[in-house]
């Protein structure tokens, strides 16, 4: 039996957020029929609007829907803390994605299958569908990550990706709990460490509802401490 939680930080996501339980709560029923263990475990990140109160309202619907409360930290941050979670509760696997709908669920099944041959699998937005400067970002992400760890990731960032534990643990330990860019420094040690990656273009939609709470000014106020971050991360490794 492998056990795997699927793990989303949410932030102001009312507008989303029961859409993203609906859609994904299906896959965890799913693998559970087929005598694994699956948990959908969504981090409420300090949302100011009805988050995390939709989410205690739909537990009594969908049973294997943990919402989990903690201060606001950020996008990295959080991921940190559900990883963690995810390792501390025994998982075997760990799927991430947002809690946006901008990823499909379907697409997950393909990544699944190929638990067993593969450390990681990662999602590339080949085609993404939410704005030319989120496409910048993304071209320019994958030059600094070429710069500071010398290695060529085809999407650093993407929030579609499934994780063995065993392979994962070592890595958090080299990533600072505060990091803004976590998925960004997993993806670049994996590939450093010659991990045996997957990689699987997928479908990236537009933001299916509210407003993205990062702004163009925000996510380059991220990069520049992200190339601080960068040296650190050098140094450990």
Known sequence: MDK???VLPAYNEEANIENV???WHPICEKINSEGHHAELVIANDGSKDKTLSIMQALQSRYSLLKPLDKHNSG????LMFLYKYAINNGADYIFQTDSDGQT???EFWQMWENRERYDFQIGTRNERKDG???VMVSKILRLVVWMMF??????ANTPFRLMRTIKLKPIMDIIPNDYNLTNVAISAIAVRWNYNIGWYPITFRPRQGGVNSINMRRIFMMGFKALTDFRTINRKL
């Open 4 to 6: 795997i939680y699927f």
């Open 21 to 23: 339980i609906r859609q």
């Open 75 to 78: 996008h990295g941050a959080t």
């Open 104 to 106: 499909t669920p379907e």
């Open 132 to 134: 030319a400067n989120r």
């Open 150 to 155: 010398h290695v060529w990731v085809l999407d």
